[in-house]
């Protein structure tokens, strides 16, 4: 039963860490703009950035422009 419980567990932390990286490696995919080649955070210097955005930006440490 213990081993069943851990198993479980460590599956669900290693997929909630996987998934948790790809959402911030594509910087943001919730609400972003695509002008020629690049793709930006549509509220990437306002107070109304989701908490992807704030963690992607946070991550590579760019400075948004408001």
């Given amino acids: ?4 419980a851990f198993l479980s567990g460590a ?9 948790s990286a790809l959402a911030l490696s594509n910087g943001g995919l919730f609400d972003s703009a695509r002008l020629g080649p690049w793709r930006v955070a549509v ?4 107070v109304e950035a ?5 963690a992607s930006l946070e991550r ?4 948004p422009l408001a």
């Fill in 11 to 19: 599956i669900g932390l290693a997929l909630g860490l996987w998934l």
């Fill in 43 to 46: 509220h990437a210097g306002s």
């Fill in 1 to 4: 039963m213990f081993v069943r």
């Fill in 50 to 54: 989701d908490p992807y955005v704030r």
């Fill in 60 to 63: 590579s440490g760019a400075i």
